[in-house]
């Protein structure tokens, strides 16, 4: 957790006289902010402030802490703006993370085009398919695909990434092309992702809906294995349309049933504080949603326009794909 972070948003709950305010003045959630206080407390070894739930107080550490805190923010605000032209340009390590199923040519091609325009700035990019929790790991931002985001982070909405069915031409040729999703209840090869619930799925088409229950055949946390497992004849698999244009368009996969939708989790940048954004954050967000909104080809087609239909695990709890 950065720890000048945590000094502001200490002084701001100090000034408001609640977290509740100090996270509407910064723009952050009220979790955040007992989280950026709790740190202090924990770094320093004393409690800096007395909690009640109608009263807020600072301790005899924490008014003293408080007095020297602002005055060193006072001095490095003026030192901000003695040297201010120079944070126009964003640089530094900028740190990622984002779902596994980001690793595509499109993607890399907007990693390269960023990198071309500031190139001060090294993007550390980590792909895995689990929830990261930013502050605790260091991350400035997080590329997140979810049907409900998190309710404790600043997030911008940036494209719909539409997840379609597709099997191999020789694995249906040997089992048989089903012609209806309500089909697909009769098999039990199905590879499915372990980093969501897709035990129920439904199908919504043009003579209503079908809800479809899953068997897997196997199981795997990597949407990359799982489009070589499909290739290789094991299964069927739902995949974002990110990682499976290019078979399609080959012929190498095909997609099963193309005139109904199943789900579709809107893509979100995801980050901490709107406040203290970083020029480097800022930039990459700005740069993503631009590059998303421009892109007219096959697979950029398929980001925009397809609203998402539900899919069902065992709980009525939202799903988070990334």
């Not at 700005?286 to 080809?297: Q, R, T």
């Not at 950029?300 to 397809?306: A, K």
Request: aromatic share 8%.
């Amino acid at each position: 957790m950065d720890a000048l972070t945590s000094l502001r948003v200490f002084r701001d709950v100090v000034e408001a006289g609640s977290f509740v305010k100090a996270a509407e003045r910064l723009d952050i959630s009220t979790a955040m902010t007992s989280k950026h206080v709790a740190n202090l407390e924990r770094q320093l070894g004393v409690r800096l402030l007395n909690r009640t739930t109608r009263h807020l107080s600072l301790t005899e550490a924490g008014s003293v802490y408080y007095e020297q805190c602002r005055e060193a923010l006072d001095i490095l605000q003026a030192a901000e703006a003695a040297v201010g032209s120079q944070t126009d340009q964003p640089r530094g390590v900028l740190k990622i993370t984002a779902p596994g199923w980001f690793a595509t040519a499109k993607f890399a091609d907007i990693l390269v085009a960023y990198r071309a325009r500031y190139p001060d700035v090294l993007i550390d990019l980590r792909l895995e398919n689990r929830f990261v929790d930013l502050v605790e790991e260091g991350y400035d931002m997080a590329l997140r695909a979810t049907s409900e985001p998190s309710p404790t982070m600043i997030v911008r909405p940036l494209c719909n990434v539409p997840f379609v069915l597709v099997g191999s031409p020789d694995y249906l040729k040997q089992r048989g092309y089903p012609r209806h999703p309500s089909e697909l209840s009769e098999r039990r090869e199905i590879v499915l992702p372990t980093y969501t619930s897709v035990e129920t799925v439904e199908f919504s088409g043009p003579d209503g809906v079908f809800v479809v229950k899953n068997s897997a055949v196997l199981k795997t946390n990597d949407s990359s294995m799982s489009l070589q497992l499909v290739r290789a004849g094991l299964g069927l698999a739902y995949l974002p349309e990110w990682i499976v244009a290019q078979e399609l368009a080959s012929g190498a996969l095909t997609h099963l049933f193309p005139n109904y939708t199943t789900f579709a989790p809107r893509v979100y940048a995801v980050y901490t504080s709107r406040k203290y954004m970083t020029t480097k954050v800022r930039t990459f967000i700005d740069f993503v949603s631009e590059a998303l909104a421009a892109d007219d080809s096959v697979d950029g087609s398929m980001l925009r326009g397809n609203a998402p239909a539900r899919s069902r695990g065992s709980s009525s709890s939202p799903q988070k794909l990334g």
